[in-house]
């Protein structure tokens, strides 16, 4: 039974918890591009609070850091944490991959359900769902000066798209917002762990006329 | 007569088609980069609304797409669309530029408004429209990896600024503002037509001593 | 006495000195680059208000630069004096470096101040003061297509970071806010002062059993 906790406390878990995950994957990118313990903390904090920053900025309710510090204090942690050790971090990257598809299953769903508690319509749900999932990477990306997740052809934003759309579905069916909460989870955390483990991606866009970009690029200039 | 069609609906449906044009030069940014399809989106919501984005949060007000899902829906089927068909836009590219210099009319205009009628003051209101018509863009240039539009010297945010000035300055004169709007958005695409036509560029900035900006990098480091 | 000057004036003009330095450095930036004089207006605004518009939107009180148009108007005509005058200004990039260091201290303290003020707590207070004074030199070295100060080992946000929590400390130890706010900007200007005299930089993340980060590239791809 869920009462074996109290919910409130089982959401603080999960909340931190997700943003440490968040956090460590922008520590990763400071330790390849060797920065100081500064860089780790601000690529940490960007990556970890990111997303849901900008969902709460565009739904303008305070923004979930302001209002109590545990999430900020726990992405400094986790950066100097993961600048003293980021080698035993790193010999367990694949380990790492599989706790950053459950945080990105945790915080779509998470960002969709408080679209959805604060009024939006179901479209503007996912993409709150999306952006609190995904923002935090782009912004590290772009920081890290490495190709953005936006970039890359990997199946990461359309877990997140695809889990958001299932508990707007289910929430729209009237199911409890747990259930509906558990089934978005389980097809972000299902179809980003199986392009995990198959090396899945989406097909690249490719020209129809069999020209090649750079031919028309000449005609873009 | 104006009163042909609903201000209202008049006004929505030169929003729309605004956020489309701009989508669509997201979405071309994709393909130059061979994005999956997810990419297409993420980059013409980007470029669509980023822009709009920007001034509501600013000016403390409802974010536009957030209130309606048309301009997120708009930009989602623009992303799809290019990308089954982008060897069509493509070939057509001269007579996008013509619609993006329109859309950027629009936008500027819009966003300029939308600043006085928020109460902000002259130089205000035209930062406001400015970033109505330019951040999207470069925000598509950032996320995209491309030279950003201010790292050019395209004539481009100078249309912007100068229609948003005519629009306040008549504004300012008390003109309706139908005829200020009609004139600010004549400005903007004048000027942004002229340099697509003759290719204009503003002059770059030169050292006035002779010395090459690679002598004086040494000093700085 | 401070009674000489009436203090709301006093702070107003270290208000806009600050942002008039730090929209130098943005301009400087643009000349490197070879920008139009557009390019040096847009890089100027958004190093010059870029990192209060952060805290601002995040404490989600009134952006400062929106109520009155004085900030933006100096990062304008500071845009343009540059342009002009860019040779004048490299020549003194010393100087400048010890200006910009003035700006950080005072921007650093101004922005813990603000957020104590409206209300957060210690942590989120001290990174308050430390987005004010840094993430305009971020937005600039992203939008200038340059290595962001996040990615160098420079003392630039330590120097911030210690300042904000001299303030914090004081403040909470019931200082009077001047002299709280005094000794912050004295422990900020001295750490960068000396950062800047004896070329200090912070540790690099350095792996520690012996490989080269390149050998893990391989293990991550």
Known sequence: MMNLVAPTELLLTVDILSVVVFAVSGALTASRKSLDVVGFMWLAVLTGVG?????????????????????????????????????????????????????????TVAGTAKGLDNGTGAVVAVVMGVITGTVGGIVRDLVGNEPSVILRREIYVTASGLGACTYVALAALALPSLAAGAAGVAVTFAVRGLAITYNWSMPAYRRRDGRKVEEIEGLRK
């Open 51 to 107: 997303g849901g920053t900008v969902r709460d900025l565009l739904l303008d309710v305070p923004v979930f850091w302001m209002v109590a510090p545990h999430h900020i204090v726990a992405c400094l942690v986790t950066a100097v944490a993961v600048h003293f050790s980021a080698h035993l971090v790193e010999s367990r990257y694949r380990l790492l991959l599989w706790f950053d598809a459950l945080g990105l299953a945790l915080v």
